[in-house]
């Protein structure tokens, strides 16, 4: 079974649509850092000295704390275009590098060698486990790269609750709490979030192609997925107030996205249900179809 996992992880990590998947999400995770920057910056020079007094004491412009790192990386800001494009690439970009592979290999006759020579059920975990840490570190790599970006151009500053008009990270919302206390395990604890979200979606296509025997189509169907359930959740929450939670992976994996609330209890809901149909799917359906 490691030599078999060895193997797939290489084949998933090495393949040029891993290369290109990460490069693409890197440009517009670099992208976002240097817009955050070029904004940024040229408020905080204004700024950076003005301080207030308060009871006798002079303090810190609390203002600056819209312009620091926490509300500037890829998942806390929302005024570059890169970062809508970013986020909305995810379900797509997350599959490319590996998700296809099942569906290619039984096409081309390469899985009728494998299952005379292994455990068709453990193979079909190996690849599994691939296709999901293909599409984590897809989401995962831009991130820290744009992590390490801002927060070595732009200062930290705590989070201002007071401010929360600018933010939108208001209570309710999804360890809103941790914003406005520990931001830094805010920020990573979204950050696994997105990365575990995409290996999900990784996992959802490579369950589809039991179902779709074509690649491209395989490769857009959790993104089409997304778009129709946003249709269908706009479309609701248009006529009726009944309707407040988030339920689209693309608005509430970024932290000042959601137009509705980003509830826990939804969002680990809908992974689950994302995980149960992927597995489920693909232990059965790989295990007991016919390929020869």
């Not at 570059?80 to 006759?109: N, Q």
């Not at 039991?210 to 997304?226: E, K, M, Q, S």
């Not at 706009?234 to 988030?246: G, H, L, R």
Request: charged letters at 10%; one cysteine or more; hydrophobic letters at 55%.
């Amino acid at each position: 079974m490691k030599r078999l996992l060895r193997l797939e992880l290489k084949k998933a990590l090495k393949n040029r649509f891993f290369v290109l998947s990460v490069s693409i999400m890197t440009l517009f995770a670099v992208l976002s850092a240097v817009y955050m920057y070029q904004n940024n910056s040229a408020v905080l020079y204004g700024i950076v000295g003005e301080r207030f007094a308060e009871n006798g004491k002079l303090i810190d412009n609390p203002m600056l704390s819209l312009l620091g790192f926490y509300n500037a990386w890829v998942g806390g800001e929302n005024l570059s275009l890169a970062y809508s494009v970013f986020y909305t690439l995810l379900p797509v970009a997350a599959a490319l590098p590996y998700a296809w592979s099942f569906f290619l290999e039984r096409k081309t006759g390469y899985l009728k060698n494998v299952a005379t020579r292994v455990h068709k059920t453990r193979y079909i975990t190996a690849k599994m486990i691939a296709t999901f840490l293909s599409g984590t570190l897809t989401a995962l790599i831009p991130l820290l790269v744009n992590v390490l970006l801002v927060s070595a151009t732009l200062p930290v500053f705590q989070p201002e609750v007071n401010y929360v008009v600018y933010t939108h990270i208001g209570f309710g919302d999804l360890w809103a709490d941790l914003y406005y206390t520990t931001p830094l395990l805010y920020l990573t604890l979204f950050v696994l979030l997105t990365a575990l979200f995409c290996g999900l979606f990784a996992l959802l296509s490579f369950a589809v192609s039991f179902y779709i025997h074509n690649r491209v189509a395989l490769l857009f169907t959790p993104f089409l997925l997304f778009l129709g359930l946003q249709y269908v959740e706009n479309s609701i929450a248009s006529q009726t107030s009944a309707w407040s939670v988030e339920a689209v992976p693309m608005s509430f994996l970024h932290t000042t996205a959601p137009l509705l609330l980003a509830d826990g209890r939804v969002i680990f809901g809908e992974a689950a249900i994302f995980l149960l149909f992927s597995v489920g799917t693909i232990l059965l359906r790989g295990r007991y179809d016919e390929i020869y």
